[in-house]
């Protein structure tokens, strides 16, 4: 059965503490995996789209890497801005589209 | 405008109420998606439209009625909903292009509440 897991479900920083989201998936096969961030009463805001095991990118303070089984998102030195809730989604090469429930950050000045 | 807007941003709406949430898109896709989010809840994906033909109905109740006039506004018609219909509905789009993947934009969201 396709599915996305995310862990933890929260987690609470100090600002400069840096810190990993995970993003554990099983599909039949993948086509593409993609961070989101959320904010509170609003849509989800692309971060990044990983295509194959090994690709990493990154913006500002945040990096994502993938393998065959997972994808991290790892936060350097995050600031209170930073505190949202990042969503990780997987593309099957069925065109299914399969959300994680989300990794809710806080980051405490 | 740009990217994807979507309206009304909030509404309350009795059981026998009908009404509709609109989503427009700016970015020049070809594919419109209409999802639905509920607490602690990963997204459903209730409807997908590519070139401006439904390709996916995930077993959603009819009183949930989708349209895609063109490729660039999509409408979600809501008929006799219940309390359980509550949540946030978010519109998305993207390029469809076959055999890679696709990155959805994601509109606001309607925030619905069924009295």
């Known amino acids: 059965e396709d599915q996305v897991t995310q862990s933890p479900e929260a987690l609470r920083l100090q600002e400069g503490e840096s810190s990993s989201l995970n993003c554990s998936y099983t599909?039949?096969?993948?086509?593409?995996l993609f961070w989101y961030r959320q904010d509170p009463g609003k849509g989800p805001e692309f971060l990044f789209t990983?295509?194959?095991a090994g690709e990493e990118k990154e913006k500002e303070r945040l990096k994502a890497t993938l393998t065959k089984k997972e994808s991290f998102l790892h936060i350097t030195a995050p600031k209170p801005e930073d505190s949202a809730t990042y969503l990780c989604?997987?593309?099957?090469?069925?065109?299914?589209?399969?959300f994680g429930t989300g990794t809710s950050l806080t980051v405490i000045p | 405008e740009t990217g994807v807007t979507q309206t009304p941003r909030h509404l309350v709406m009795g059981m026998t109420n009908k009404k509709s949430l609109k989503c427009e898109q700016h970015l020049g896709h070809n594919a419109m998606y209409w999802y639905k989010q509920s607490a602690k809840k990963p997204l459903e994906l209730m409807f997908v439209?590519?070139?401006?033909?439904?390709?996916e109905n995930n077993s959603v109740p009819s009183r949930f009625s989708p349209e895609c006039p063109n490729s660039s506004h999509l409408f979600l018609h809501l008929h006799t909903l219940q309390p359980e219909d509550s949540a946030l509905y978010l519109c998305a789009s993207s390029q469809d292009r076959s055999g890679f993947a696709e990155t959805q934009y994601f509109g606001p969201g309607t925030r619905l509440l069924v009295l």
């Open positions: 989604a997987v593309q099957t090469t069925g065109n299914q589209f399969y």
């Open positions: 990983l295509y194959s």
């Open positions: 439209y590519s070139l401006e033909e439904r390709v």
């Open positions: 599909v039949s096969g993948l086509r593409g």
